[in-house]
């Protein structure tokens, strides 16, 4: 399994914007040295919140500060953009990230953003499955492309540059409806599931089986296979060194992340706005999420693995509902006990340390009798150079070599 970040952002809009933005870019490279393997920007145009407009610019800064993790978007919202302009910006970007580029797609999730462009946001899923069809039509790059649309044409279009390496990442974007796990199947992409934990505790649907379920038959049905390992799920993740702490470390600020988040998306918060304790308790009973310790989360994402039956990339949800420096060292505790369970990297070292338990003690018994051996030796070592040094007194000075025997 791998670990990554989505930055949608939810920022509050009393802070700083330039500030928020940095500390976004500061974040992708604290998880670059962590050793995470994804980090994605999200594409949101109001509310106030989500206030990063291009994740291609995002990615392209974080690309310059960063060595090794991948940079996805998450996700472009294909119904805002011409296909072939957002396909040659992307190609552009992964040449420029040396293949490290995820290219996230969606049908978008704020209304308004849709509807200052002119677009009804109910045509978002077919106007996405219409981008889509003509951005892969583009890669394969048999032929000139012509499409013709209600909202874009493309008249024998060819691209000029290939994708770095192997080619292009595509995740398509799923959350309750089955339209993402449909169109992953269909193309041949992978997928990143949002409210990916949500059933945990609830007893409701399993979104994660779900979804799996609908890639994997409409891949069938197109001849393919679902590849579960460009799959990335995500999740509201938040540790310290006890629960308390994790508790404390969101107090102040659970509360508006959860207000906005009840404004934009068809969930019932049934909890006290302005009670962080209740707020918590809600999060964990519903699976939402994990603001706890690092043995919790391990727990929590066991879970989401049972459900889904399994997938790539585990991704947390940051949405500063810490301050910066309390995410940083939930990020880092994260790296540090919570991904290494699930890589394996702490498993023959705690072997090797049950070895040595199951011993008996042996390293310390003999560690004791090779210090009391070395202490003999050299106490008889001491004893020769002296008997050595008394014959050569009584020869005048003159060293005489003799042979001792025990």
């Known amino acids: 399994m791998d670990f990554g970040v989505l930055v949608f952002p939810f920022h509050e ?13 500061a974040l992708a490279e604290h998880c670059d040295r962590l050793g995470y393997e994804e980090f994605w920007f999200g594409e949101h145009h109001s509310g106030g919140w989500q206030i990063i407009a291009a994740p291609e610019l995002m990615i392209a800064a974080a690309a310059q500060r960063t060595t090794r993790i991948k940079l996805g978007t998450g996700v472009s919202t294909l119904s805002y953009h011409q296909p072939f302009l957002l396909l040659d910006r992307i190609i ?25 462009i002119g677009h009804d946001p109910m045509q978002a899923r077919r106007m996405m499955e219409e981008s889509l069809e003509a951005i892969t039509a583009l890669l394969r790059g048999d032929g000139p492309v012509t499409r013709r649309t209600d909202w874009f044409a493309l008249d024998e279009a060819r691209l000029h540059l290939r994708p770095y390496g192997s080619g292009l990442d595509i995740r398509v974007a799923a959350f309750k409806s089955p339209a993402g796990p449909r169109l992953a199947g269909r193309f041949g992409t992978g997928l990143v599931s949002f409210g990916a934990s949500a059933a945990i505790g609830s007893g409701t649907d399993n979104p994660l089986r779900t979804a799996a ?25 938040h540790v310290a060194e006890t ?3 994790a508790r404390a ?15 934009i998306l068809p969930q019932n918060i049934p909890a006290d706005l302005d009670d962080p304790d209740a707020l918590v308790d809600l999060l964990t009973f519903t699976g939402t999420a994990v603001i706890g310790t690092p043995g919790q989360a391990i727990e929590h994402i066991r879970t989401m693995w049972d459900m889904s039956g ?17 995410t940083r060292r939930s990020y880092e505790l994260f790296a540090r006990q919570v991904a290494p369970y699930f890589k394996g990297s702490t498993a023959p070292r705690l072997q090797a340390y049950d070895r040595e338990l199951a ?11 090779a210090q009391a051996k070395a202490g003999v030796d050299y106490a008889r070592e001491r004893r020769f150079e002296s008997a050595d040094g008394d ?15 025990k």
């Open 13 to 25: 809009p009393s802070g700083d914007p330039t500030l928020q933005l940095h500390d976004d870019l």
């Open 92 to 116: 552009l970007l992964d040449h420029l990230t040396r293949g490290r580029l995820l290219f996230g797609v969606g049908s978008g999730a704020l209304p308004l953003d849709a509807r200052m």
């Open 310 to 326: 399994g997938f790539g990339t585990f991704l947390i949800e940051q949405s500063d509902i810490a301050d910066p420096a309390a």
């Open 249 to 263: 470390d969101v107090r102040r600020r659970i509360g508006p992340y959860l207000r906005y988040i009840r404004q």
């Open 213 to 237: 379920s609908i890639a994997e038959h409409e891949a069938a049905a197109a001849g393919r296979t679902f590849d579960r390992r460009r799959w990335s799920v995500l999740s509201l993740v």
């Open 359 to 369: 011993s008996d003690g042996r390293t310390r018994r003999t560690m004791a009798a």
């Open 391 to 405: 014959k050569s007194d009584s020869t005048n000075g003159e060293r005489t070599w003799t042979s001792t025997s």
């Open 243 to 245: 629960e308390a702490e």
